[in-house]
């Protein structure tokens, strides 16, 4: 894992590894974290070379032609062709219409990642401050496959869809509320790219109808007894709905976390 923004360039190959320069990266974070939309000029510039630079080592190894990127098998019920599409757009709506751990949409979001990073493909999170690197393990993240850009600052839509250009599977957060011109210029990208884009959009939502909407609801944590004990794991229930396959609805129960960390399937 490492901190940076990630690019994409056209025409380029789709299997190369993290950069070899961990400072580059760090640095190129640190640019990220500083572009705003009164500083276009200078730390923009910046901005935009570091991903340029991160672009040419961070294509993943999965084939464009494939349509489907793998999802965990608890989660495969959700989806109508039980992966997630290419091209796609996702929205993870939490309990509450809240955006945090209370309301399951981040963990679900990040449990979306661990299936295809394990498979090769390099996954991004966008707007997502203090990601616990052993939770994330524990989900089934290769972390060694998923780049973090936590600050992307007031012009997070340009980085956002810089970032698309370089990944198989963005997680973004909008640290602002997405205007309906952004939201679409986003969704047209991720069509262009073939890429997944997940969305957490929290109580601001997402202005755009999303190929896909999971909504997560009947939060209920387990392993506290009479005054005493220590949480255990949590229970969700998520139902999906969307556009054309997704139409119906289809739920599932699930652990997330479970007693390991991982996530199972509760329908049981």
């Known amino acids: 894992m490492f901190v940076s923004p990630v690019n994409r360039t056209p025409g380029q190959g789709r299997d190369d ?130 780049a973090l850009v936590p600050h992307p600052g007031a012009a997070w839509a340009e980085v956002t869809a810089t970032v698309i250009d370089g990944v198989d599977l963005v997680v973004l957060l909008p640290p602002f509320p997405p205007r309906p011109a952004m939201a679409r210029r986003l969704v047209a990208r991720v069509r262009e790219r073939r890429s997944v884009l997940v969305v957490v959009p929290g109580r601001s939502g997402w202005p755009d109808g999303p190929d896909l909407r999971l909504e997560v609801g009947d939060l209920c944590w387990d392993g506290v007894g009479a005054g005493e004990g220590y949480l255990e794991r949590r229970r969700m229930t998520v139902t999906a709905t969307g556009r054309r396959s997704a139409a119906r609805p289809r739920r599932r129960q699930l652990w997330l976390p479970s007693t390991t960390g991982a996530v199972i399937g509760a329908d049981s």
């Open 17 to 146: 590894g993290p950069p070899a320069d961990s400072t580059q990266a760090e640095r190129g974070a640190e640019d990220a974290g500083r572009g705003g939309a009164g500083d276009r000029g200078g730390s923009g510039g910046r901005v935009a070379e570091s991903l340029a630079l991160l672009a040419e080592r961070t294509r993943p190894v999965s084939s464009s032609q494939t349509r489907l990127l793998p999802v965990l098998p608890p989660l495969a019920g959700l989806f109508p062709d039980g992966g997630l599409r290419r091209g796609s757009t996702v929205v993870v709506d939490g309990a509450g219409g809240g955006t945090g751990e209370g309301g399951g949409d981040v963990s679900l979001a990040l449990a979306l990642l661990a299936a295809a990073s394990s498979a090769g493909s390099w996954c991004a999170l966008v707007g997502l401050v203090g990601l616990g690197a052993v939770a994330a393990h524990d989900l089934g993240i290769d972390l060694a496959r998923l």
